[in-house]
């Protein structure tokens, strides 16, 4: 079992940076592909970025592809996405998921586990 919990969200100008935090417990959080999607009001839960439990691979959308940057500290069972250019569309509840399951990275499905999320909102 993992738990995972997420802040770092929060009101920002377009243009600006946040930096999103995921921290994760369990006795083998760290040996799990963690992704980051999001979820905007009525709309489909969409993948933003997703990194092997090395961090020897990322994977990004094509909306957020240089700008936002996920990294990992398994020392401190953490991950980041770090957010760069914000737009107004980027608005929306940021959720960090555990990838358990087989299966592309860029689909919820194949991650198991999910936090409840931390809302991240861009004015423009």
């Known amino acids: 079992q993992v738990q995972l919990v997420e802040s770092g969200g929060g009101l920002v100008q377009a243009g600006g940076s946040l930096r999103l935090s995921c921290a994760a417990s369990?006795?083998?959080?760290?040996?799990?592909?963690m992704g980051w999607f999001r979820q905007a009001p009525g709309k489909a839960r969409e993948f933003v970025a997703a990194i092997t439990w090395s961090g020897g691979s990322t994977f990004y959308a094509g909306s957020v592809k240089g700008r936002f940057t996920i990294s990992r500290d398994n020392a401190k069972n953490t991950v980041y996405l770090q957010m760069n250019s914000l737009k107004p569309e980027d608005t929306a509840k940021y959720y960090c998921a555990a990838r358990g399951r087989t299966g592309s990275y860029y689909s919820a499905m194949a991650y198991d586990y999910w936090g409840q999320g931390t809302q991240v909102t861009v004015s423009s």
């Open positions: 369990g006795r083998t959080a760290s040996s799990y592909a």
